[in-house]
């Protein structure tokens, strides 16, 4: 028997995320429940998963990489991350690369090289969805961040990204763009 969701509750409707209750009939025949958040109104259960939300920024200078050591609230610590940001109404994905990168930069977009399809962020308990773009950067860093952000943005070679990898903690997206950067000849996707 296939997994079948028999309803969908709001169980909280916070200030950025919305917390929802989900009714499963397991494989078995039996009711599961399981909770996620999202970060938009979930009108009907066929809207589960649909609206893409923001994006994620793999930058690049030359041969370095950008990446953000900034501390996020939610793990209490500093992590490596890529840039990102969610989407402002009105707004297109281009926009949001550029406005995103200079808000937590000061740099801007020389040329997006290749923006990826919408994929989940976090499929375990939330749907969250987002797109990568892959972008030349240009400019000085400068900070134009709010209060509530603490980043440094910096451009690393592949030798030093891979000494962060061996030593430092990092979101799971960045992760895997700093490992194929520091491990391959070519560091820009050819995806067309």
């Given amino acids: 028997m296939p997994m ?3 309803h969908m509750e709001k169980v ?3 200030r950025y995320l919305k917390n929802y209750e989900l009714t499963y009939l397991n494989k078995a025949g039996r009711e599961k429940k399981y909770e996620i958040v999202s970060r ?3 009108p009907s ?8 939300s923001g994006v994620s920024i793999v930058a690049y200078h030359e041969d370095k990489m ?3 050591r900034e501390f996020r609230m939610g793990v209490n610590r500093f992590v490596y991350n890529l840039c990102a940001g969610m989407l402002n109404e009105g707004e297109s994905l281009e926009e949001c690369i550029q406005r995103e990168l ?4 000061g740099l801007g977009v020389k040329k997006i090289r290749c923006i990826l399809p919408p994929s989940f962020a976090a ?4 749907d969250v969805k987002t797109q990568i773009a892959f972008v030349d950067a240009e400019g000085d860093f400068e900070d134009h961040t709010s209060e509530n952000e603490q980043i440094t943005a910096d451009f690393y070679t592949k030798e030093e990204v891979r000494e962060l990898l061996e030593t430092e903690e990092f979101s799971s997206r960045a992760q895997i763009a700093a490992y194929f950067f520091a491990s391959s000849a070519s560091f820009v996707p050819d995806i067309k």
């Fill in 12 to 14: 909280k409707d916070g």
């Fill in 102 to 105: 200079y808000e937590e930069t």
């Fill in 40 to 42: 938009s109104e979930i």
């Fill in 4 to 6: 079948k969701l028999l």
């Fill in 123 to 126: 499929v375990a308990f939330s």
């Fill in 66 to 68: 950008l990446l953000l």
């Fill in 45 to 52: 259960p066929e809207a589960i998963g649909t609206r893409v």
